[in-house]
């Protein structure tokens, strides 16, 4: 939650800055500024974008871990040759 809550506060704060500076440009004719500014902003979408991405990429990351803990657990209980039988029965 704090790290959702810190990635949104740093992408709000980067679009402001990048608006602040792309208006300061044009209003005091320094078209230099205006393509910086308009950088930030766009950057402040690439920020949540990529939190997006990574956000999915852990989870398949995660299952892809559980999985493979469960067959891990499944192979060694066929190797200790503690599986059941169909009847119940070792």
């Given at each position: 939650m704090v790290g959702r809550t810190l990635t949104f506060v740093a992408a709000a704060v980067?679009?402001?800055?990048?608006?602040?500076?792309a208006a300061l440009g044009y209003m005091t004719g320094r078209p230099?500024?205006?393509?910086?500014?308009l950088v930030f902003f766009v950057s402040s979408g690439l920020i949540?974008?990529?939190?997006?991405?990574?956000?999915?990429?852990?989870?398949?990351?995660?299952a892809a871990r559980?999985?493979?803990?469960e067959e891990a657990r499944a192979?060694?209980?066929?190797?200790?040759?503690?599986t059941k039988s169909v009847s119940g029965k070792k």
């Open positions: 980067l679009a402001f800055d990048g608006a602040a500076l230099v500024l205006i393509p910086v500014g949540l974008f990529y939190r997006r991405w990574y956000r999915r990429r852990l989870d398949e990351i995660l559980r999985g493979l803990s192979m060694l209980e066929s190797v200790s040759g503690k």
